[in-house]
């Protein structure tokens, strides 16, 4: 398993954008495909971004698509999510998650296809 911290969140009004990282320790981390999810009050969490450990493949929930990026840096251990026109909706808890490939292949949408998990970090954004 990795270890994973999240940063970057923040306060950003609507329209404005926001990158978070996600920085992992523990094993080689370019072996893990890794996801971005979030939850909002009284929500379900819900999938948003993953990404292959390459980074070759990658695939977004449609509510993301064509205004959140993410990436890796597997010389700095690091996926980021780079977020544009961001919405009230977009308002949510996001959390890095990440698991062991044995293939360059995305892990999954699903929170079952991720045993590592970061805190979490908080993204408002104001209407």
């Known amino acids: 398993q990795v270890q994973l911290v999240e940063s970057g969140g923040g306060l950003v009004q609507t329209g404005g954008s926001l990158r978070l990282s996600c920085a992992a320790s523990?094993?080689?981390?370019?072996?893990?495909?890794v996801g971005w999810f979030r939850q909002a009050p009284g929500k379900e969490r819900e999938f948003v971004a993953a990404i292959s450990w390459s980074g070759g493949r990658t695939y977004y929930a449609d509510s993301v698509k064509g205004r959140f990026t993410i990436s890796r840096d597997n010389v700095k251990n690091a996926v980021y999510l780079q977020m544009n026109s961001l919405n009230p909706e977009d308002t949510a808890v996001y959390y890095c998650?990440?698991?062991?490939?044995?293939?360059?292949?995305?892990?999954?949408?699903?929170?079952?296809?991720?045993?590592?998990w970061g805190q979490g970090t908080q993204v408002t954004v104001s209407s």
């Open positions: 998650a990440a698991e062991y490939a044995y293939r360059d292949y995305v892990a999954g949408t699903r929170e079952a296809s991720f045993g590592s």
């Open positions: 523990g094993r080689i981390f370019s072996s893990y495909s």
